[in-house]
């Protein structure tokens, strides 16, 4: 009989982008709890230090790296500063995202576009492009892509956001399909409306938020912490047969809408 498959990250080595607050705090906390050595990485170095501090109070390991996933210099730094403090990466969770033009598609500018794909997508392929050749040295490894439910249907007002998220949704696949060859399990989480300092804009215009919570069945948003479950089991040996998946943490929006809830 084998042994049944732990969500147990000890001896593992994660790097979280966007970890200086939100999802990428909530997961980066969750793995360290969970006996992972941790890299936080997000665009300003005290965002990452102050999260670190909290998970090395807790007993846990924790490397802060202020690092830009749209600069690809910078993601290189990254990269090489977490394989020398703890010889290479096993896990990466990319949840570093922008969206800086909200309203009808047919406004936005190149600038938008560039900034978003440079970010959300390109960003992605970046870390993902680095991680998975430590990942092929150690034996294996797991890449989850933060994707979001505005990749599988559009939102208003987010346009660009959404055809940017679609595009992660394929790169996802695309890399499960080629890296499975080498113990690599990549997959996606989409999650819904989150309650975070990203999402602000939405919840804290009261209009905004009552059209948001009459599209979600459960009637509100997530915590960040409530996406820790699935990031876990896909960063864990338990989810070693499960690659090129995208899982959809969503309070039940998706379905609702198919039947015009």
């Known amino acids: 009989m084998t042994n049944q498959p732990t969500f147990n990250l000890s001896g593992k080595v994660a790097l979280i982008t966007g970890a200086s607050r939100g999802i990428g705090q909530a997961i980066a906390e969750a793995y360290a709890t969970a006996g992972a050595k941790v890299v936080l990485a997000s665009r300003r170095q005290e965002g990452v230090d ?29 990269i090489a500063q977490a394989t020398a403090a703890y010889g290479g990466i096993d896990i990466v969770v990319n949840n570093a995202a922008t969206n800086p033009h909200f309203g ?14 440079d970010v959300n997508v390109k960003g992605y392929f970046r870390v993902a492009k680095l991680c998975a050749e430590s990942m092929k040295a150690r034996g294996g490894g797991k890449i989850i892509n933060m994707a979001s439910i505005a990749g599988l249907e559009p939102q208003p007002m987010m346009g660009v956001y959404s055809v940017s998220k679609a595009a992660v949704l394929m790169l996802t696949q695309v890399m499960a399909a080629e890296l499975a060859q080498f113990n690599i399990q990549v997959n996606a989480i989409a999650p819904g409306f989150v309650k975070t300092k990203f999402s602000s ?19 509100r948003m997530a915590e960040p912490e409530e996406l820790t479950g699935i990031a876990l089991y896909l960063a864990s040996d338990a989810s070693s047969f499960t690659t090129g998946a995208t899982f959809t943490v969503d309070g039940g929006q998706m379905v609702g809408s198919s039947i015009g809830l």
């Open 104 to 117: 009808h598609i047919l406004s936005a500018e190149d600038s938008h576009w560039d900034k978003i794909l």
């Open 50 to 78: 102050a999260v670190a501090e909290i998970i090395r109070a807790k007993g846990g390991e924790a490397l802060a790296v202020a690092a830009h996933t749209g600069d690809e210099t910078a993601v290189s730094t990254l």
């Open 201 to 219: 804009a939405l919840w804290q215009n009261p209009m905004i938020n009552e059209a948001v919570l009459k599209s979600i069945p459960q009637g």
